[in-house]
């Protein structure tokens, strides 16, 4: 049974991308898509430029794009721009991040050195391996907001913008718990007022963002947007909102092989994950308060997936461990290892072994482009607050406040595209196949 299609304005314009953080995967995603759009490079990793959709029955063979079936913003009609501590432009910042290779950078590199990065809200209470002379100055953070949102008007205005999205691609933060100044806008805007130190740089990025009607996505696992404030502040002005953290390496793989040792109701007695990273992410981790942040939201995916509460038997004491080594000479080529000690018929152990060489930022660079798309495509379906349809992007997923999160990879693609045939007035696909034999 199909539904009225929801009414989406069509992606007319120019559409800004904001980017707090120009350093490695912002280049490598900015580098990329001007790669793309000369026709030297395919957007692979992409959902929103490769991927099709199921429509109605398998025997339709109904199977479009997903980039047509919903309308999505042209590559062409993208604007870039963004704030880093450091002044290089982006193909300085793109040499030196040593992600892409050179034949490609020097065919990009016009469209990278027009990039330069303006002043940075940063304080290195909140980042404590680094440092960089391109940041704001200001009395409050209050003042620090509205740099933002002058910054934000300006670009707009400057460059025909249409809509905006924001998508944060700067460092982890230290960690942080929820206090009561997150707890409303009245109470987080009188903290900016009063300096109040609860009040991370990348939540006034998201203030300023939702301040000025543009959409929000956290790529760290920083709280940032993950408080009642920011969720208020979304509903209040139209915003949808979505995070945390960029789901890319090893906890990717930990989506993709726990769903499977559920499925098959196989024990699990321990998991040991290890990972060497020599960019400037893995400095930033090197830091036990950083690293803090990135371990809570590395060890929350085995937990909901596996349900160990629902199988005691299976799950309920298994042991898992994470680590994060900064080792320089690897540079964006991180190593995820992991060693998974499981139980199957009769208690019997056996042991699953998974290294993983990948590259942190061509992995993070099309998860980039789909959120900032399909963010400017819930914003034009009147979607605000926080868009759980897009947990399929990120290690540590926003969600209600009542709700547990949804950690498995292939319940969240699901997820998303029964989101999509929704808006298009489709029927949503539940697998159950009885059509066929009725």
């Known amino acids: 049974m199909t539904k009225s299609p929801v009414q989406i304005k069509n992606p ?8 707090p953080g120009m350093g490695a995967v912002a280049t490598t995603f900015i580098g990329g898509v001007e790669a793309v759009k000369l026709g030297i490079a395919q957007p692979i990793g992409s959902l929103t430029q490769m991927g099709t959709i199921r429509l109605g029955k398998r025997t339709e063979k109904r199977t479009p794009m997903i980039k047509e079936f919903v309308q999505l913003a042209s ?5 870039f721009g963004g704030w880093d501590i450091f002044e290089d432009d982006c193909y300085k910042a793109s040499k030196k991040a040593g992600v892409l290779e050179q034949n490609i950078l020097e065919k990009v590199k016009k469209p990278l050195q027009s990039l330069k990065p303006w002043k940075a809200v940063f304080d290195q209470q909140y980042v404590h391996r680094l440092s960089g002379p391109n940041v704001k100055k200001g009395k409050t953070k209050w ?10 008007r300006a670009f707009k205005k400057k460059n025909g913008l249409s809509r905006m999205v924001m998508i944060w691609c700067a460092s982890t933060e230290a960690f942080m718990k929820p206090d009561p100044v997150h707890d409303t806008i009245e109470a987080f805007e009188k903290g900016l007022k009063e300096n109040h130190p609860a009040i991370a740089p990348s939540m006034i990025y998201a203030y300023g963002a939702l301040c000025e009607g543009v959409p929000f996505a956290n790529g760290a696992p920083n709280l940032t947007a993950d408080i009642p404030a920011m969720n208020e502040l979304s509903k209040v002005n139209n915003v949808p909102i979505a995070g945390k953290d960029f789901k890319t390496g090893q906890t990717w793989m930990k989506t993709v092989v726990a769903p499977g040792l559920k499925a098959r109701l196989l024990g699990l007695a321990g998991w040991y994950s290890t990972n060497i990273l020599g960019n400037r992410d893995g400095e930033v981790l090197d830091d036990p308060d950083s690293f803090k942040t990135k371990e809570e939201s590395k060890l ?3 937990e909901y997936i596996l349900q160990p509460d629902l199988y005691p038997d299976l799950y309920k004491n298994f042991y898992h461990k994470v680590r994060i080594d900064y080792y320089p000479p690897r540079g964006d080529n991180k190593e995820g290892w992991d060693n998974i000690d499981i139980f199957g018929w009769l208690g019997y152990p056996m042991q699953l072994k998974i290294d993983f060489l990948c590259r942190d930022s061509i992995l993070a660079a099309p998860i980039v482009l789909d959120l900032v798309l399909f963010l400017d495509l819930a914003q034009r379906s009147g979607m605000h607050g926080i868009q759980e349809w897009l947990s399929f992007y990120f290690k540590s997923p926003m969600a209600a406040p009542e709700l547990y999160p949804e950690h498995d990879l292939f319940i969240q693609l699901m997820k998303l595209k029964n989101r999509l045939r929704h808006l298009r007035g489709e029927q949503l696909i539940t697998h159950l196949g009885l059509e066929y034999y009725d």
């Open 300 to 302: 929350s995916v085995l």
């Open 143 to 152: 003042d620090l907001a509205q740099m933002l949102r002058d910054d934000i």
């Open 75 to 79: 590559l062409k009609d993208l604007v």
């Open 12 to 19: 007319k314009g120019r559409l800004g991308v904001l980017i």
